[in-house]
């Protein structure tokens, strides 16, 4: 199936009871409308796509439509992370990605495809482009650095997790707030005394949504210790 057949897929599965819900979690956006397909849905199109070729998937990255972006951006993701891929697809993807960041716009799109398309992808790799993905001014790439990070704690590393924690653990951002405060719980869960290091450097000013998520696996009495330096 092309790029217009699984347009046309996802057009069959709309439902207004489902494009309401969504404005739950995301802004009223006319240029990024919503037309009420389940995630779920749409996860289960992407395992039917798995090989569709870089340039069908681009044409679904050019749609405004919410869904059809999301989708895109699972088959990435999940066509990155399948074992029968092979080394020149996942580059493919890699570089589909950081060209066309500008359509993965949404938080959502950022962690349906960045730890096995970005982070999978750098694991044996020089490191620095997420140095430049955390510089952009455009906030969905700062989280995609941040998201990446994940591959690399599945690997018990954790240095570019704090690092990038750390370097972005100031940003006014919400949506890269939230990714700061996840990541580094993540990397505490492996090095806590590091994270705890660092959170007392930062905790006086670190957006409280990001704090509190860095901190909540630590025990009860070191959470108080830190949110007072506040």
Known sequence: MDAAGLIGELESLASEAERVKYRRYFPDDAASPFIGVRMGAVFDLAKTAL???????????????????ALACSIMGKSAAHRAGDETRRT???????????????????????????????????RSPLDRLAASG?????????????????????????????????????????????????A?????????????????RMPRVALRAAIEHLPKAERTRVLAIR
């Open 92 to 126: 493919e993807l890699y570089e589909l990605y950081l060209r066309r960041h500008d359509r993965i716009d949404q938080w959502d799109l950022v962690d349906l495809a960045a730890r096995d398309v970005i982070g999978a992808h750098l694991l044996e790799r020089d």
């Open 188 to 204: 505490g869960d492996l090095d806590e005394a590091r994270l705890v290091a660092l959170v007392e450097r930062h905790a006086a």
């Open 51 to 69: 090989t569709l070729p870089v340039g069908e998937l681009e044409l679904l990255l050019e749609e405004p439509t919410h869904e059809v972006r």
């Open 138 to 186: 455009f906030w969905p790439e700062r989280r995609t650095a941040l998201v990446a990070t994940f591959a690399f704690l599945k690997r018990g590393q954790t240095d570019d997790a704090f690092s990038l924690g750390e370097r972005l653990a100031l940003d006014e951002a919400p949506f890269v707030q939230k990714a700061v405060g996840w990541v580094l719980r993540a």
